[in-house]
């Protein structure tokens, strides 16, 4: 596999930059994108990502397994995937629809199962530009938790369920307080990072 | 009338050392039955900020005075509440480390009320620079003091597994 644009994304969505530009910006509580059916793929990217090391990683913000970094992956369509996601194709897809440069990505691999967690907190950290989420869990009810909500105060006012291949991008500020809620007997699997700037 | 059980009296020599030497100690047992039941009409109010806590709080019965000079015994120094309120954390609840959050300068006290599972969080970790120094789990009746000075704590999120709040009176000491 290639680290190409036109392999990874589903065509459809390449030829719509605009419209998903002015959805991004317009996006409520703070500027967000929720793309539906977006990888080209999926099934094969899930079945590699589970076949990486995950560990546990358990503080006061969050309790889940993580991979280590992608680039270290130890198959290769994850390191072809991740090698995708911080090309120069794909950063400038990212920046036409967000309006932010992009130089660089960090990515890794999560498994939350149940009474797994991610409190709120804004991702604010030095060079994180747009926030994103690779979602590749299946068969999710809403009663299975695993949620990403948006904040608008202190008021949850966004809930993202988890849906098979869906690729949610947001912007990195001050605003974008959000959280993952408890999972409750699933598993949500996901690839997820931060493109820098 | 005392709210407290007046049988660690004889072995207060016994805590004392315990404690200096663990920097924690846990007594079960140390509420009389007339003060549980003084629990149970607490009125509650949320105290929310999602950076930094959610959980409920009440005034209610805090026996001030007696906890203070038990505890004073305990640690052999004369102490004084700095503060002290009672705590519930029912599923979902938590307290984070954030950036601003200061280090304890005193002497942690909980008296808590009901068990509560371990695997269900609900328990407060005492941290230091190198990681967790002291994890306490509630259990029924149990007044622990824990030696924080210099330390960070924050209470687990409580998961959906449990099957009530974690209920407790938070004090500090100096």
Known sequence: MQSNVMNWVSSSYLKK?????????????????????????AKLLKSALLKENFYYQNSDLFQFHQTNDCSKA????????????????????????????????????????DTDYLLPHDDRLEGRKIAYIVNLSENFREENGGELAFFKGKQVVKRIYPKFNTFTIFEVSNKSLHEVKEV????????????HG | MGKLNSGFDDMMDEISVLFRVRGVVSLQNILLSSALADVLGLKWKLKYEPLKFSYSFAKGPLWKNELGAFVSKIVQKNLKFKSLEWRKFKPGDYTLLYDSLPKETGFVLMIDVVPIDESWGGYSSFIDKNGEVSRVIAEKNTLTLVNAKGLRSFVKKLNHHSKGARIFLYGVLQ
Not at chain 1, 17 to 41: C, E, M, R, T, Y
Not at chain 1, 80 to 95: A, M, V, W, Y
Not at chain 1, 184 to 195: L, M, T
């Open chain 1, 184 to 195: 409750i007997d699933k598993k949500r699997v996901s690839f997820a990072g931060w493109f």
């Open chain 1, 74 to 113: 130890k198959t290769s369509v994850v390191k072809d995937f991740n090698e995708f996601f911080g090309s120069k194709d794909f950063l400038n897809f990212i920046s036409e629809i967000t309006g932010k440069k992009l130089t660089s990505i960090d990515m890794s691999g999560f498994i939350y199962g």
């Open chain 1, 17 to 41: 930059k605009g419209i998903l530009k002015k959805q991004f910006k317009s996006a409520k509580p703070f500027p967000h994108l929720v793309l539906n059916d977006f990888f080209k793929n």
